[in-house]
């Protein structure tokens, strides 16, 4: 084993000794009951407060999201439903132990079975049913170690809880052998910037005490690497500690062609950390973040409150707001109602607003408020457009409510391969790269069993987004990529290379990027889109940009012709 491979969240680079995570406590025995029924079950309540009032404080601690992830835990520990499950066994005889074992497990199968979203958070309850059996053992919770020096956390998962406190002077970084690239472990981990790799599924043999390299952006963790592997590691993780310490300028290349940089968000409180970090503008607002836990749909003065509230961080600057989302992995209560087999292939995006057009309507009216509230250069655009007919149809409702500069994402190839078209109608195209990818791998996004297909870097996927590039350059129309290939820095120039315009990404990733644009000139990115382009699969692609790049002389800052 001198390679392993996962999802690498972010692009952070780092080495150092493994270490493994506490291992979890065995699952109890099944033995009946001496204390009797009564006594078990106040064991329990005890165990389950102490836990939740642990969780909640820890979240307090820790703050941002991860207080909300922690709340939620804190929140399930105390199901009542789960607690119903519990005392059945413990009246039919169980230990509290047992009870609590087999409660947690029969509800973690129910997420499972539901899969994609819920099924990723089932990982917690197991975090929880650990947490409750320590304490009702009198045991300390398992949880990350302590070796007193800076080590490389290797688990099979990490619980929300431990991802929320990890002393990050201790943990350079984080590899887990389950878990997908939405996982909580994931989600916190790109928000906190810790360098990791998921869904590595031999990181299972990784022993505490080796030394590996966690390369985040190849996915990539090197084990026993040689010297020379670890002072080109320690290198990069310099280049990235400069990167993010670089002066916040516009998003250029070399030869000082503008690439603006924008931000991907989900709430307007997160603007303030995308502007702290230099974004330009939003490249996607993700309005179905905000009503993911309502069931009726939101009213047109809610929403023209979130909107304004993020159009006023902005001034002045270029602001895109997609059209709620939902469906698949994010259902809404109030648009997607009906059982599908295959959400992805569904009713979802801009299929399921127009199944509700009054809803539709209502967004464009509170942004066409918002717009006229604020100093912003508002952008709307649709999700998941698969025909030139439904681009038509959106672009000319939204200037029907006065929205100037309406577009769509290109995320199905039939609209990549038709994108002359497709901009024929829009004012823009936003390459949304994560559903482009599964949609043209055929792999789904949220399932750890195919992630490995799940590779923006594959030369099909290359070839549709040449494909909008071309035609948003044939069109005079701005084509801007708001997929996580965005944030690969490497991935980000080869996508300038292939006809993006500006590029939208995770806050966190915009140093990075912003770094590796500034190194190459326009032609440069096309030569190594060119190379890119011309390998069979996403790793041949990756390595061939990488090569191009290393051969290509450093920092050259005029155009070659
Ligand atoms: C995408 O599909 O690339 C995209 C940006 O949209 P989302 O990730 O929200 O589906
Ligand atoms: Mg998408």
């Given at each position: 084993?001198?390679?392993?491979?996962?999802?690498?969240?972010?692009?952070?680079?780092?080495?150092?000794?493994?270490?493994?995570?506490?291992?979890?406590?065995?699952?109890?025995?099944?033995?009946?009951?001496?204390?009797?029924?009564?006594?078990?079950?106040?064991?329990?309540?005890?165990?389950?407060?102490?836990?939740?009032?642990?969780?909640?404080?820890?979240?307090?601690?820790?703050?941002?999201?991860?207080?909300e992830v922690l709340e939620a835990q804190a929140m399930i520990a105390e199901d009542p439903t789960l607690l119903d499950e519990v005392d059945e066994r413990i009246d039919a005889g169980s230990t509290a132990e047992w009870a609590v074992h087999d409660a947690f497990a029969g509800f973690k199968a129910t997420l499972e079975a539901v899969g994609g979203y819920l099924g990723e958070r089932a990982a917690?309850?197991?975090?929880?049913?650990?947490?409750?059996?320590a304490r009702l053992q009198g045991l300390d919770a398992p949880g990350v170690p302590d070796p007193g020096h800076p080590f490389v956390l290797v688990a099979r998962d990490l619980a929300p809880a431990d991802t929320a406190l990890l002393n990050l002077d201790q943990v350079l970084a984080l590899v887990t052998s389950d878990g997908g690239p939405t996982s909580h472990t994931a989600i916190l981990a790109r928000e906190k910037g810790i360098v990791a790799i998921v869904g590595a599924v031999?990181?299972?043999?990784?022993?505490?005490?080796?030394?590996?390299?966690?390369?985040?952006?190849a996915g990539l963790v090197t084990v026993d690497p040689t010297s020379d592997e670890q002072d080109r590691a320690a290198q990069r993780a310099a280049d990235r500690a400069s990167a993010e310490a670089a002066p916040l300028t516009p998003g250029a290349l070399a030869d000082g062609t503008a690439i603006p940089l924008l931000a991907n968000l989900g709430k307007p409180a997160d603007a303030a950390d995308a502007v702290?970090?230099?974004?330009?503008?939003?490249?996607?607002?993700?309005?179905?973040?905000?009503?993911?836990?309502?069931?009726?749909?939101?009213t047109v003065a809610q929403q023209r409150e979130s909107y304004r509230e993020l159009l006023a961080a902005?001034?002045?600057?270029?602001?895109?707001?997609?059209?709620?989302?939902?469906?698949?992995?994010?259902?809404?209560?109030?648009?997607?109602?009906?059982?599908?087999?295959?959400?992805?292939?569904?009713?979802?995006?801009l299929r399921a607003l127009r199944a509700s057009e009054d809803i539709l309507r209502e967004q464009l009216t509170a942004l066409?408020?918002?717009?006229?509230?604020?100093?912003?250069?508002?952008?709307?655009?649709?999700?998941?457009?698969?025909?030139v007919e439904e681009t038509a149809y959106f672009t000319s409702l939204a200037r029907e409510y006065g929205l100037k500069t309406a577009g769509v994402m290109v995320e199905v190839?039939?609209?990549?391969?038709?994108?002359?078209?497709?901009?024929?109608?829009?004012?823009?195209?936003?390459?949304?790269?994560?559903?482009?990818?599964?949609?043209?791998?055929?792999?789904?996004?949220?399932?750890?069993?195919?992630?490995?297909?799940?590779?923006?870097?594959?030369?099909?996927?290359?070839?549709?987004?040449?494909?909008?590039?071309a035609a948003g350059a044939r069109l005079g129309k701005p084509v801007g990529i708001c997929g996580e290939a965005a944030a690969d820095p490497l991935l980000a120039?080869?996508?300038?290379?292939?006809?993006?315009?500006?590029?939208?990404?995770?806050?966190?990733?915009?140093?990075?990027?912003?770094?590796?644009?500034?190194?190459?000139?326009?032609?440069?990115?096309?030569?190594l889109a060119e190379q890119a382009l011309a390998a069979d699969d996403a790793a041949g692609a990756r390595t061939a940009a990488a090569e191009a790049a290393a051969a290509l002389p450093p920092h050259q800052k005029e155009t070659t012709s």
């Open positions: 084993m001198s390679e392993l491979r996962g999802v690498g969240i972010g692009s952070g680079i780092a080495h150092g000794p493994v270490v493994r995570m506490t291992e979890a406590l065995p699952a109890p025995a099944q033995t009946p009951s001496a204390a009797g029924a009564e006594a078990e079950r106040a064991r329990v309540r005890e165990a389950i407060s102490h836990v939740a009032q642990e969780l909640t404080a820890r979240g307090e601690a820790a703050g941002g999201s991860a207080q917690d309850l197991d975090d929880i049913a650990q947490r409750v059996l031999e990181a299972a043999g990784l022993a505490t005490g080796t030394t590996v390299i966690v390369d985040a952006a702290a970090r230099g974004a330009e503008g939003v490249g996607l607002f993700r309005t179905e973040f905000l009503f993911l836990s309502s069931s009726q749909a939101p902005f001034p002045g600057q270029k602001v895109v707001v997609r059209m709620l989302d939902a469906g698949a992995d994010k259902p809404l209560a109030f648009l997607n109602d009906a059982h599908e087999e295959n959400p992805a292939l569904g009713l979802r995006g066409a408020e918002a717009d006229a509230a604020t100093e912003a250069d508002l952008w709307v655009m649709a999700p998941m457009v698969a025909t190839p039939s609209s990549a391969l038709l994108a002359d078209r497709v901009l024929a109608h829009a004012d823009f195209a936003s390459i949304g790269t994560n559903d482009l990818t599964q949609y043209t791998m055929a792999a789904d996004r949220l399932l750890g069993s195919v992630s490995a297909f799940q590779d923006a870097w594959h030369p099909a996927v290359l070839r549709l987004v040449r494909e909008v590039g120039v080869v996508l300038v290379g292939l006809g993006a315009t500006s590029l939208s990404m995770a806050p966190a990733a915009l140093a990075d990027v912003r770094h590796a644009l500034s190194e190459r000139t326009l032609d440069e990115a096309r030569h």
